[in-house]
């Protein structure tokens, strides 16, 4: 009996501390399994000259989950890609601003200094409203914690929770405003002279998507905000109150892009048949011998169809909800003079829309040379509570323009007629819209 009692006791000795060993190998096996991932996966191997060196790099350094998400971001940050990322626990938390709806204050900024310096900025944006040391509110969302505490849009954001905000990235700075349901964060705001400190507690803020209304003269006025989920039903169900208009003039302005997909459908709405936007996405696979998918999105008889670019190419088609011969929205201004309001801060989604108006609608676009993102993202779950972004595709114009990667390479649309930055930023859609009366006026030149 005795002999059994210890032998038993061993057994469960040495399970116990099998488990544990293999509790504490789990981050490091986890690291291991992102770092092959994003090697099998990253949209352009030649930025991953030495990634094989980064597998073993931090040895038994990763104990924890913690540790681990630090040391893959730090090797992610290598690839000089601000949108591929390890997700952790508090980031999967928050709701992100693809939604609808969104657990944030109500506040869309800029960050007019980043990527240019001191001199440049304060020439570039002269009397505009935009700040060259701190983030600048650009708009304030509808019944949003923002609204209610008096901040409009042209207020400058100088602390978050005491911390300066001076010369921090438009990320950094989204980061800190970010965060769960009923939590708190104390902004310190700035007003030409006035400075004060406002408490605003984060809640779900539902996100402003699209305007239409018609303006003399018989044009129409569509603003699109965003291309998040909801986007394309909201920008139909308000372009159908454009239907007695002559010509029309879309404003994409600050918006800053969401599903590339549903930027692809909007454009139905005034592009009957024809090329749309054009793909090239890494295909899983070893790093030294990276294949690609090249696709074509079209529409064809009030349908959208994704194929491959290449006839015989073996490339097998991409199926989504979004694709394959789906219903879009009705084509309504396919036939109508088309003016596109485009400036700095258009981007991803936004950019493919606008593309898509100016190479296969013939639109014209107006206004300041866009953002430059002409990639997106897939989003994988790799362990509990982890998620793992990846830059897996370029996305192209129909000519096809590669707009840039936001980063080091940031090429952008340059508008057919280019118009000054707006002296004043914040009256996107009212008389005082520089752009927009530029565009009324080029819209009566057409029409007569």
Known sequence: MLVTACLTLLILLVVVVSLFSARKRAPARLYEEIHKMVGERYFDPSRMHDWQSWKNKFADRIVSRTACLERANEMIASLKDPFTEAIGPRRRAEVTWEAPEFVNLGVTIATAYEDVDAEACLESHAGDGYSCQYPTITSVGTDSPAEAAGIKAGDVITSIDGQSTAGKSRRQVQDLLRGLMGTSVVLGVERGAEQRSVTLVRTFVKRFTALAKMLDDGIGYLRIAHFAAGAEEAAAEQAARLSNARAIIVDVRNNPGGNYYSGVRTASLFIKQGVVARTEARLPGPLQTPTFSRMVLSLRNGLLFE????????????????????????????????????????????????????????????GVRTFGKGVGQKTFHVAYLIDLKITTFKTFTPSGFWPGDAGEERHGITPDVVAPTQFTLFDFGTEQDEHLRRAISLLKEQMR
């Open 307 to 366: 194929e491959p670019a290449d006839e015989g190419s073996g490339y097998p088609q991409s199926h989504n909800s979004w694709t394959d011969g789906k219903k879009v929205s009705l084509c309504r201004f396919a036939d109508k003079p088309v003016i596109v309001l485009v400036n700095e801060n258009t981007a991803s989604a936004a950019e493919t829309f606008a593309g898509a108006l100016k190479d296969t609608a013939g639109a014209t676009l107006l």
